[in-house]
């Protein structure tokens, strides 16, 4: 059974970074490709950014490009979001997924996804 557990989640003001970890365990493909998927109150779940197996090739929405950027660190199992100027409309929880066949940002071609962490930035 695939598990994802994230971390790294917290409270900063506007301009400011956080990095948020996702480990996995259990049996995984490295066809898989992974993602970044955040959800606001009152908002649909969007998809932040997606990585291939490898962490090579990349695609991220449009609102965080040059802000944040995802890595994958097979060795240990870990996917990645750094995130940097942060600002109050990035307030979301954001979840980490995988399973999917392509870098795409589309919640549904993600059938493994963790419980989430809370990230709250403050103008």
């Known amino acids: 059974q695939v598990q994802l557990v994230e971390s790294g989640g917290g409270s900063v003001q506007a301009g400011g970074s956080l990095r948020l970890s996702c480990v996995v365990s259990?049996?995984?493909?490295?066809?898989?490709?992974w993602a970044w998927f955040r959800q606001a109150p009152g908002k649909e779940r969007e998809g932040v950014a997606a990585?291939?197996?490898?962490?090579?090739?990349?695609n991220y929405a449009d609102s965080v490009k040059g802000r944040f950027t995802i890595s994958k660190d097979n060795a240990k199992n870990t996917l990645y979001l750094q995130m940097e100027s942060l600002k109050p409309e990035d307030t979301a929880i954001y979840y980490c997924?995988?399973?999917?066949?392509?870098?795409?940002?589309?919640?549904?071609?993600?059938?493994?996804w963790g419980q989430g962490t809370q990230v709250t930035v403050s103008s």
């Open positions: 259990g049996p995984t493909y490295s066809s898989y490709c």
């Open positions: 997924a995988t399973g999917a066949m392509g870098w795409v940002l589309f919640a549904e071609e993600y059938p493994y």
């Open positions: 990585t291939d197996g490898d962490g090579l090739r990349t």
